[in-house]
């Protein structure tokens, strides 16, 4: 049974219990927009929180989720009583909410943020339910709280506004901005900033529109100072006609989010992550020099806003693919593809299995490629194809090469454990990243000459 027939088949079962069950949320949302949606939520009327749970066990499984306000999850699909919630404490967690079947629908609607969220669907009858007039706004491309009076209740909301509005490409309801701007963010818990803003990497088209957002009713400034930095900070026009450093940042971005589908969950957030904080060291390096706007070194003095943007946010690894080094090292090397196609003496392949000890190096190849493409007028990118190729050839897209010489070898060949059996191991790795060995026999014998050598 589909996530969906069963959710049917639920309903039905509420409906013969004398209740009624809607699917609310982001799925009738998607619905109306013919969107796909994996998330399904349905909320039921007229049945105590006793009874809907020894209706659901019939189903399969029930899991429990919220005890005080009645939210079981059976399989893939959320069903809980409509609830209420009051104020009770400053910050986004100082709500007390409880489950009430009783509770008319337009009030339970009324708690939700935005009308486009505010919409029922009975799957029995086919009939939507929206007192809010969400689907209006969805046709009019509008973002809407659904009660003014509350939506600054919960700080979260005006993230969700951010990237909602780029995932949709809705504009924010006036009324609906200026509580964005009066609400304070200070409340907000890192783990759930940073999902709201993995949302506006990943799942926008265009996160830059989320950006333009957040700068406009004072995100950027409560939150990101790393970003609100770039803000203003001049470029050369010759490189850079389309502006400043803000203005750069935000193309590469969409440029970025274009060259990520296919890839891993992991590797899309790190490339994002790099592109928002590629140019993070211009704003502390930027002069004009000989009647030229310079950022001279700007790629390592990214390094430390870098930490401290991932450092709020509690970017570390994801799904055991350690993100964080490799954002640092791509704000790190972006310029390196383009300055070694550039460079008058050829780059040896030496250095760039030396590189790839540092960062992925098809990742950089993209977050390079977004890099000189996050700019208005047509410039030469052939670098980028240049330095892949490169890379291609080597087999080194994703790590340096393996080491030919172990521990175990230099073992077998009589030496005891100890700091010399490091220091062998070191160089005899580095001339095999020179390519002057290229096998197990000859690392063996550059290191059995080694040994003999006197110390």
């Known amino acids: 049974m589909s996530v969906f027939e069963k959710s049917r088949a639920i309903s039905h079962a509420v409906h013969q219990a004398g209740g009624r069950a809607l699917i609310v949320g982001g799925w009738v949302r998607d619905r109306l927009l013919k969107r796909p949606s994996k998330d399904l939520d349905l909320e039921v009327y007229g049945v105590s929180a006793d009874q809907l749970r020894q209706l659901l066990s019939t189903f399969g499984q029930v ?20 609830r209420r919630e009051s104020k009770t404490t400053a910050g986004h967690r100082g709500f007390e909410v409880v489950g009430d079947p009783n509770l008319p629908i337009e009030d339970a609607f009324r708690r939700r943020d935005f009308t486009i969220n505010a919409i029922g669907w009975d799957p029995l009858t086919d009939e939507y339910v929206d007192p809010f007039h969400g689907r209006d706004d969805l046709t009019r491309g509008l973002l809407r709280a659904v009660d003014e009076r509350t939506f600054g209740d919960d700080s979260l909301r005006v993230l969700r506004a951010i990237q909602l509005a780029a995932r949709f490409e809705y504009k ?47 995100v950027i400034e409560q939150l990101f100072p790393e970003l609100q930095a770039l803000v203003g900070c001049p470029q050369e026009p010759e490189w850079h006609p389309e502006g400043d450093v803000w203005k750069h940042t935000l193309l590469v971005i969409d440029e970025a989010r274009r060259r990520i589908d296919g890839l891993s969950r992991p590797c899309q957030l790190a490339i994002m992550l790099a592109a928002v904080c590629h140019d993070f060291g211009k704003p502390a390096t930027t002069a004009r020099i000989d009647g030229r706007i310079r ?10 806003p870098t930490q401290d943007f991932l450092d709020r946010l509690k970017v570390h690894s994801v799904d055991g ?79 340096p090469p393996e080491p030919l010489l172990k521990g175990r070898h230099l073992l077998s060949l009589g030496l005891k454990p100890g700091p010399e059996v490091g220091n062998i191991l070191k160089v005899i790795y580095e001339k095999q990243l020179d390519g002057d060995i290229t096998t197990l026999e000859e690392a063996l014998a550059e290191a059995t000459l080694s040994l003999r050598r006197p110390q």
């Open 321 to 399: 693919f350690d993100v964080r080094r490799q954002v640092e090292g791509m704000v790190a090397y972006h310029l390196t593809p383009g300055m070694w196609h550039k460079s008058p003496e050829k780059v040896g392949d030496g250095a760039f299995r030396r590189l790839a000890r540092k960062v992925d190096l098809e990742l950089l190849v993209l977050l390079a490629s977004a890099d000189c493409h996050g700019r208005k007028g047509h410039f030469d990118c052939s670098a980028m194809e240049w330095f892949a190729s490169r890379t291609h050839e080597l087999g080194i897209e994703h790590a």
């Open 172 to 218: 924010l309801d006036p009324p609906t901005a200026v509580i964005c701007r009066a609400t304070k963010l200070n409340d907000l818990p890192a783990e759930r900033v940073w999902g709201e803003f993995e949302k506006l990497l990943i799942l926008a088209i265009r996160p830059s529109l989320g950006f333009w957002l957040a700068l406009e009713i004072g």
């Open 295 to 304: 950022s001279r070194n700007h790629e390592q003095a990214g390094l430390g």
């Open 63 to 82: 899991n429990t989720v919220g005890q005080s306000f009645a939210v079981f999850k059976i399989d893939s699909i959320d069903v809980s009583l409509p």
